[in-house]
């Protein structure tokens, strides 16, 4: 580390971490913004939904480009563009006229914020020292998990409290103050190559259809009913067949677009599987709560949010902790804690019933959000500890958009998961509530007593009871699949445990800040 960096390096790390909490943020802030939109933009249901979706799927194409990109135009420079890309973007998105207007702004945005975050990460390991990398880790991740937790808090009260184009708006300033930031105190690494010649242009289209057919199914497909739907079934072909050919194109070029030779580099290899685990899992779970507090537990938005605040409040609480406690535990003990953490409060999750109080739900995710810690900060230093320097930037690219794809996987699963759950769970309890068992018989009774005795007639009285018998069925129905969902999770961590072996860190052991060249 130059003496620039060891004077500036918070200084640093405030101007990176701008740019990732701004990133991170905007990708869940439209999402309770978004029934106001629909309103505005003369949009469907289904319509609405690509505001979220072009965000991130420009997002996810962008990130394996980064390294690429940047040798191409410098990195710094290339940083600052995507500053401004962003900023205009969100001005843009708060003036759309319709909505593929603003679709089409979303996608330069998700453009502009897909680069922040692996740059953030790749300059964040150049500044601190080896004893520091840890921490900085800490930092990175505070900025990459607290954003989507927040956003959505954020985003509802701006379009409470003002309108939803102030969700947008709200970057531009911020922007600004970034790009000065960066002008004053970020520079590209004198081991930076810059790359001149031919682009790789069949290795970016293959991955762009590859990655974008594929983002678009898992966005798309629980609505479709999956491979029911012949839509799917030609994204899935389409996915299959553009990442294969982008594998061999990248494999057999001299000069890829996006180096996935970095991948033979067992430990990145590992981590990087682990990390796409972690996504899947954290962004399901971040799924699944909400839905689980408001749409069955009957809790307002502001309540689900509270409740759901000790997870997020005990990641940021323990990040900077697990930051120091790596350099004297290692990865692989804090990874395999981290793993098992979350296994036992997924598990305590998998035996909710719909009588759970808040502190049930409080200390599983204490334990959750130290869990997650612990694997975060371990992973993203562990993973690119045997990387060189002038591969930094393209591994982080790597990292991060195994992480966000495998994240949409999760999403996906989890939904899929759950209305499946539902409807097979309502099959057997249905089953059992007839009128030769006692239980439903003098269910029905009652509740057609209790309907006769408010003033309807008899036939009525029955209906609204069997309606009511059958309510409460769905929600018991419904109940018992999220326990098999938050289930599957929980055996998901334990099996990841193994996968802590090919881990290693050789960095906390020999002092040296990157592998030599």
């Given at each position: 580390?130059?003496e620039?960096?060891?004077?500036?390096?918070?200084?640093?790390?405030?101007?990176?971490m701008?740019?990732t909490?701004?990133?991170?943020?905007?990708?869940?802030?439209?999402?309770?913004?978004?029934?106001?939109m629909?309103?505005?933009l003369?949009?469907s249901?289904?319509?609405?939904?690509?505001?979220?979706t072009?965000y991130?799927?420009?997002?996810?194409?962008?990130m394996?480009?980064?390294a690429?990109?940047?040798s191409?135009?410098?990195?710094?420079?290339?940083?600052i563009?995507?500053?401004?890309l962003f900023?205009?973007?969100s001005?843009?998105?708060?003036?759309?006229?319709d909505?593929s207007?603003?679709?089409a702004f979303?996608?330069l945005?998700?453009i502009?914020?897909g680069?922040?975050?692996?740059?953030?990460?790749?300059?964040?390991?150049?500044?601190?020292?080896?004893?520091?990398?840890?921490?900085?880790m800490?930092?990175?991740?505070l900025?990459?998990?607290m954003?989507?937790?927040?956003?959505?808090?954020?985003?509802g009260?701006?379009t409470?409290?003002?309108?939803w184009?102030w969700?947008?708006?709200i970057?531009?300033?911020?922007?600004?103050?970034?790009?000065?930031?960066?002008?004053?105190?970020?520079?590209d690494?004198?081991?930076?190559?810059?790359?001149?010649?031919?682009?790789?242009?069949?290795g970016?289209l293959?991955?762009?259809?590859g990655?974008?057919?594929?983002?678009?199914?898992?966005?798309?497909?629980?609505?479709?009913?999956?491979?029911?739907?012949?839509?799917i079934?030609?994204?899935?072909?389409?996915?299959?067949?553009?990442l294969?050919?982008?594998?061999?194109?990248?494999?057999?070029?001299?000069?890829?677009a996006?180096n996935?030779?970095?991948?033979?580099?067992?430990?990145?290899?590992?981590?990087?599987?682990l990390?796409?685990i972690?996504g899947?899992?954290?962004f399901?779970?971040?799924?699944?709560l909400?839905?689980?507090?408001?749409?069955?537990?009957?809790?307002?938005?502001?309540?689900?949010?509270?409740?759901?605040?000790?997870?997020?409040l005990s990641?940021?609480?323990f990040?900077?902790?697990?930051?120091?406690?790596?350099?004297k535990?290692?990865?692989?003990?804090m990874?395999?804690?981290?793993l098992l953490?979350n296994?036992?409060?997924?598990?305590?999750?998998?035996?909710?019933?719909l009588?759970?109080?808040y502190?049930?739900?409080?200390?599983?995710?204490?334990l959750?959000?130290?869990?997650f810690?612990?694997?975060?900060?371990?992973?993203?230093?562990?993973a690119?500890?045997?990387?060189?320097?002038?591969?930094?930037?393209?591994?982080?690219?790597?990292?991060?958009?195994?992480?966000?794809?495998?994240?949409?996987?999760?999403?996906?699963?989890?939904?899929?998961?759950?209305t499946r759950?539902?409807?097979?769970?309502r099959?057997i309890?249905?089953?059992h509530?007839?009128?030769?068992?006692?239980?439903?018989?003098?269910s029905l009774h009652?509740?057609?007593s209790?309907?006769?005795?408010?003033?309807?007639?008899l036939q009525?009285?029955?209906?609204?009871?069997?309606?009511?018998?059958?309510?409460?069925?769905?929600?018991?129905?419904?109940m018992l699949?999220?326990?098999?969902v938050?289930?599957?999770?929980?055996?998901t961590?334990?099996?990841?445990?193994p996968?802590?072996?090919?881990?290693?860190?050789p960095?906390?052991?020999?002092?040296?800040n990157?592998?030599p060249?």
């Amino acid at each position: 580390m130059d003496e620039r960096h060891k004077h500036h390096k918070w200084l640093i790390t405030l101007t990176v971490m701008t740019g990732t909490v701004m990133a991170t943020i905007d990708m869940s802030i439209v999402n309770v913004a978004l029934p106001n939109m629909r309103g505005t933009l003369g949009a469907s249901v289904e319509e609405i939904t690509w505001v979220a979706t072009g965000y991130i799927l420009s997002s996810v194409i962008i990130m394996p480009l980064i390294a690429f990109l940047s040798s191409r135009f410098g990195r710094k420079r290339f940083f600052i563009f995507s500053v401004l890309l962003f900023t205009g973007a969100s001005m843009l998105c708060g003036t759309a006229w319709d909505l593929s207007s603003m679709v089409a702004f979303r996608i330069l945005q998700g453009i502009g914020g897909g680069t922040l975050i692996p740059v953030a990460q790749a300059i964040l390991r150049e500044t601190f020292p080896p004893e520091e990398q840890a921490m900085a880790m800490g930092i990175y991740g505070l900025g990459v998990i607290m954003g989507p937790a927040f956003g959505p808090t954020l985003g509802g009260w701006l379009t409470d409290n003002y309108s939803w184009p102030w969700i947008f708006y709200i970057n531009v300033p911020v922007g600004i103050v970034n790009v000065l930031l960066i002008i004053r105190f970020i520079e590209d690494p004198p081991y930076l190559a810059r790359e001149k010649g031919d682009w790789d242009y069949a290795g970016l289209l293959f991955m762009s259809i590859g990655l974008g057919a594929l983002q678009i199914l898992l966005e798309r497909g629980e609505q479709k009913d999956w491979f029911a739907s012949d839509f799917i079934t030609a994204l899935a072909v389409v996915s299959c067949a553009g990442l294969l050919l982008f594998v061999w194109r990248e494999l057999t070029t001299e000069k890829p677009a996006v180096n996935l030779r970095i991948l033979k580099d067992i430990n990145f290899a590992s981590a990087t599987f682990l990390g796409g685990i972690l996504g899947m899992c954290l962004f399901g779970s971040l799924f699944l709560l909400p839905l689980l507090l408001q749409q069955l537990l009957r809790y307002s938005a502001l309540d689900a949010g509270l409740a759901i605040l000790p997870r997020t409040l005990s990641m940021a609480v323990f990040m900077p902790a697990a930051g120091k406690l790596y350099n004297k535990a290692g990865p692989k003990l804090m990874i395999g804690l981290g793993l098992l953490a979350n296994a036992v409060s997924f598990y305590q999750f998998s035996r909710f019933s719909l009588n759970v109080g808040y502190w049930d739900l409080f200390f599983p995710q204490c334990l959750q959000g130290i869990g997650f810690a612990l694997i975060f900060v371990s992973l993203s230093t562990a993973a690119l500890s045997t990387i060189e320097r002038r591969l930094m930037t393209a591994a982080s690219g790597l990292y991060n958009v195994v992480r966000q794809v495998c994240g949409s996987i999760g999403i996906a699963v989890c939904a899929t998961l759950l209305t499946r759950g539902e409807n097979w769970n309502r099959g057997i309890l249905v089953g059992h509530a007839t009128a030769f068992r006692d239980v439903a018989a003098g269910s029905l009774h009652t509740l057609s007593s209790y309907f006769f005795s408010r003033g309807a007639d008899l036939q009525g009285a029955d209906g609204q009871a069997l309606k009511v018998l059958d309510g409460i069925i769905m929600r018991q129905a419904s109940m018992l699949s999220y326990n098999h969902v938050f289930f599957i999770i929980a055996v998901t961590f334990l099996l990841s445990i193994p996968l802590i072996l090919f881990i290693r860190d050789p960095q906390r052991t020999a002092g040296n800040n990157i592998v030599p060249e």
